[in-house]
């Protein structure tokens, strides 16, 4: 960092995060110094790779003209996952289990989430304690929550494509390509407004017009039930509202395209700057 000519991270609010003592890991001060050198570049995904039209491992296939048949993914995964099957709002979270991604947030409002007409679907492995609780919540709610422990790329793709809403209430997140993923498949996010989850979704409350998602800015679970609510109540309330919302998600753009013509905007700013110095 110290010698670099320019210093790059995923996001840009990820890289005013980390010139703060909370994020900066003990680098805030040197990062702040550098900071007039210091960007953020949104990741990409895929978009050939993950393309509900052309992808074979979930159930249907559908686009923006055929968007009635993401449902059918939804009835396959509850079938597949044995949970009731019907039109209730399924919210997914795939995730690697870890105090970093909020999921304590989602234990302490497990049960105000379940009394709604709703499921939970979990895919995740990693710190044993949240393995252990989130089977014991899939147990207690066995009609209601389906809980995956371990790593599966196929049920992954099946979660993005069947569910309705997409849950990432992290406590830091550089970037995130949860959210990108559900958002091509037309699984509208509710994510917590930190770092790269900030940069690419739009809450709905706050700007209907350009929104893509719910957002939530306080890293409590009240504040994150508050976005699930909010989330619901849209769905359960005005159908053609929700079926714009995901129309919407299926038109994002945040392929490697775009990221990759900034990369090449940084590096022709770094070779300038380097020409410069040695100039001198």
Do not use: H
């Given at each position: 960092?110290v010698?670099?000519d320019?210093?790059?991270?995923?996001?840009?609010?990820?890289a005013e995060?980390?010139k703060?003592?909370?994020?900066?890991e003990g680098?805030d001060?040197?990062?702040?110094k550098?900071?007039k050198?210091?960007?953020?570049?949104?990741n990409?995904?895929?978009?050939e790779?993950?393309?509900p039209?052309t992808d074979?491992r979930?159930?249907?296939?559908?686009d923006?003209?055929s968007?009635?048949l993401k449902?059918?993914?939804?009835?396959s995964l509850?079938?597949?996952?044995?949970?009731?099957?019907?039109?209730?709002?399924?919210?997914g979270?795939i995730?690697?289990l870890?105090?970093?991604?909020?999921?304590?947030l989602?234990?302490?409002?497990?049960d105000?989430?379940m009394?709604?007409?709703?499921?939970?679907?979990?895919?995740?492995?990693?710190?044993p304690?949240?393995e252990?609780i989130?089977?014991e919540?899939k147990n207690r709610?066995?009609?209601?929550v389906?809980?995956f422990i371990g790593?599966?790329v196929?049920?992954?793709q099946?979660?993005y494509?069947g569910?309705?809403?997409f849950?990432?209430?992290?406590?830091?997140?550089?970037c995130?390509?949860?959210q990108?993923?559900?958002?091509r498949y037309g699984t509208i996010p509710?994510?917590?407004?930190?770092?790269?989850l900030a940069?690419?979704?739009v809450?709905y409350n706050?700007?209907?017009?350009n929104?893509n998602g719910?957002?939530?800015?306080?890293f409590?679970s009240?504040?994150?039930?508050d976005?699930i609510?909010?989330?619901?109540l849209?769905?359960?309330?005005?159908p053609e509202k929700?079926l714009e919302l995901?129309?919407?998600a299926?038109?994002?753009?945040f392929?490697?395209v775009?990221?990759?013509e900034k990369?090449?905007?940084?590096?022709?700013?770094?070779?300038?700057e380097r020409?410069e110095?040695?100039?001198?």
């Amino acid at each position: 960092i110290v010698y670099t000519d320019i210093i790059s991270t995923v996001s840009n609010s990820y890289a005013e995060e980390i010139k703060t003592p909370q994020y900066g890991e003990g680098l805030d001060g040197l990062l702040r110094k550098r900071g007039k050198d210091l960007f953020g570049i949104i990741n990409g995904i895929s978009y050939e790779e993950f393309n509900p039209f052309t992808d074979i491992r979930i159930y249907r296939n559908y686009d923006i003209d055929s968007i009635q048949l993401k449902n059918e993914n939804k009835y396959s995964l509850q079938e597949e996952l044995g949970l009731p099957i019907g039109d209730m709002p399924v919210i997914g979270l795939i995730s690697r289990l870890s105090g970093q991604k909020g999921l304590d947030l989602v234990i302490e409002k497990t049960d105000a989430i379940m009394k709604n007409n709703v499921q939970f679907v979990l895919l995740g492995t990693g710190d044993p304690y949240y393995e252990s609780i989130f089977t014991e919540i899939k147990n207690r709610y066995p009609s209601k929550v389906a809980v995956f422990i371990g790593f599966n790329v196929v049920l992954a793709q099946k979660i993005y494509a069947g569910c309705d809403m997409f849950l990432m209430p992290s406590r830091f997140e550089p970037c995130g390509l949860g959210q990108i993923i559900s958002l091509r498949y037309g699984t509208i996010p509710i994510v917590r407004a930190v770092g790269g989850l900030a940069d690419t979704i739009v809450d709905y409350n706050e700007d209907e017009q350009n929104a893509n998602g719910f957002c939530f800015k306080e890293f409590s679970s009240k504040a994150m039930y508050d976005a699930i609510e909010r989330a619901l109540l849209l769905y359960n309330n005005q159908p053609e509202k929700w079926l714009e919302l995901k129309k919407k998600a299926l038109v994002q753009d945040f392929s490697w395209v775009k990221s990759a013509e900034k990369y090449i905007e940084l590096y022709n700013l770094a070779i300038r700057e380097r020409k410069e110095v040695e100039a001198v």
